[in-house]
């Protein structure tokens, strides 16, 4: 079995050898406990369910970190037994109105994007359908379950909103009033102004035997419950335009919650309580979802500037708790969550009262899902960070001048946002993993449009055949683009080959770095013959050691004078150089190269790494 890209260690006849990445580790567990598909409740079939959906959106990230297809082939798997080519999902009952059952409709969206087939966005619109539909309180708060009327729960805003952002952004709705709506009645109706805590749910009614006559409160707080609200705040910010007014909203409760939360963060162990206002108190214990969930919630939110970089030191020391306290390994080296409650709720039959005692009385489980995903995110984003200073402050502009490509009226080819094939969403990803911010640059270039962009990346400027009207390369603007590289700008240069490029004028750029895209074009690749597409890299090479090999189809080759300086050749002709000018540097290739096709590892085979050549260039330009 090949070698995990951001392993050190294989799993090898079935055991996971120590020192693996927990991330890793943990996916690997629960993938071989769950091999076929994901089931939640023991002894019946698997059923549409959000700890389903939660422990494949952290599979998700695992995808886009360690960039190995294994993770995305265990999410089609799974969701396409659930959803038909009409775009039915077995086994959800709409009518149900269970907020419960939206939270896998984003791995629904995230097949969509990827891959464009239409069922998955005709099962995505029914559970929009159903946000439509939704019942709700006088004052427009979501219902958390049809059974459970005028009830809004802290658990409800993971389960609903980040889907119902994720949408909008992609069907271009404008659903942000009605989003951050629900933040704010589920926030204003559970806040404890005494300790800035959320209780679990409120009742808008004051009906509800468990419910204070006054507040509509429930008794206790409930820590997997603002666990669920923390991880709603961060990824809904993920959508939500980085200019839209009440962004600040929802970042001021993230903070006020997580000041909170830091207030009760066990001294000892860096965890939280099941009950967490009550630590040490009779029966009370350290518990693993919480926890975990407060860890992902604090590194990320450090991680995108909405909290201070003290967070991610509580998150560490927390992790390193959980490891210590939640972490068991069998006899076959694979790990598994231990001290996770397996429920937590109000009402109903039996009658959950909201006691301190209820909250204990309900068991603990071993690998339960509710602890697992948001384990996995944990990991992910204290991995994560340790890296994050390579890019720290630096912006990664992409050019959206020289090509700008329409399909079907919208952009095409090489952009940040098209997570299907032809896009570099991946390497996007890579660069914030790094510390970077992303932006684009849509107008020509000068030193003052990029005074503050560390990269510049320009793809396979257009030709007539391409665009209606090009935008070419010409000299002023290689004036510009120059000045910056010698006070320290770096710059990408990815051409194509020569029948699907506009060369000429691009190479007005590229000569004042010694650099020049030329005739012949190699690597001409023959169906799935992916020998064809063979680059082999020296070792100790400056930008990709210790990467041995990548495929790369229909490259330009390149005529080096001056300073640039061939890293890899083919035939004798060089195809990738580096160039020092000045205080900057650029690097060249004769192909857009590190788009998602080729870095997805779904059908090249991962003899060739160029996902891990994609990290190492990004790394490489960034330091």
Known sequence: MKKSIFSILLLVGG??????????????????????????????PAGWDY??????????????????AKYFNYIKKNIDS????????????????????????????????ELGDVRYKKAAGKLRAQIVAQPRDADGGFWHKQRYPNQMWLDGLYMLEPFYAEY??????????????????????????????????????????????????????????MGWYEMALVDVLDYMPANHPSRAILIKQLQDLSAAL?????????????????PGRKGNYLEASASNMFIYAFAKGS????????????????????????????????????????????????????????????????????????????SLEIEVAKELNVGKGKKVVLDYFFNHETKNGQRFH???????????????????????????????PTRENLKNASVYIIVDPDSPKETAKPNYMNAKAADEIEAWVKSGGNLILLANDTTNCEITQFNILARRFGIEFVAPNLNFVQGRNWEQGTVLIEPENIVFDPIKKVYIKEITTLKLSGPAKSIASLQGYPVMAVSQVGKGKVFALGDPWLYNEYTNNRRTPLEYENFLAAKKLAAFMLK
């Open 51 to 68: 700890e389903q959906g939660l422990v494949l959106k952290a599979l998700e990230k695992m995808y886009q970190r360690t960039g190995d």
């Open 168 to 225: 909008g952004t992609i069907a271009g709705e404008d659903n942000w009033a009605d989003i951050v709506k629900q933040f704010e009645l589920m926030y204003k109706g559970s806040i404890d102004t005494k300790t800035g805590l959320l209780i679990h749910a409120y009742d808008q009614a004051r009906v509800q035997p468990w419910a204070d006559k006054k507040t509509g409160h429930s008794p206790n707080f409930w820590g997997r419950s």
């Open 15 to 44: 055991f996971v050898l120590k020192g693996q990445n927990y991330s890793e580790r943990m996916s690997a567990s629960i993938m071989h406990t769950h091999a076929d598909s994901i089931t939640v409740k023991v002894g019946k």
């Open 414 to 444: 090489y952009t940040w946002e098209d997570r299907k094939d032809s896009g570099f969403h991946l390497w996007g990803i890579q660069f914030e993993q790094l510390g970077a911010s992303l932006d684009t640059l849509g107008v020509s």
């Open 303 to 378: 991680r995108k500037g909405y909290l201070p970089a003290s967070y991610l030191v509580a998150a560490q020391k927390a992790y390193a708790g959980a490891l210590k306290n939640f972490i068991t390994t069998d006899a076959a080296g694979y790990i598994h969550l231990e001290k996770t409650v397996s429920v937590g709720g109000l009402g109903g039959t039996p009658y959950r009262d909201g006691s301190y005692e209820y909250y204990l009385s309900e068991p603990l489980r071993q690998d339960d899902l509710k602890g697992v995903g948001p384990f996995i995110l944990a």
């Open 262 to 278: 830091l207030k009760i963060q066990d001294p000892a162990s860096g965890l939280w309580y099941q009950v967490p206002n009550f």
């Open 82 to 113: 659930f959803v038909d080519e009409q775009g039915n999902i077995r086994t959800y009952h709409f009518n149900e109105f269970n907020s419960d059952n939206i939270t896998t409709g984003r791995m629904l969206l995230y097949l969509y994007q």
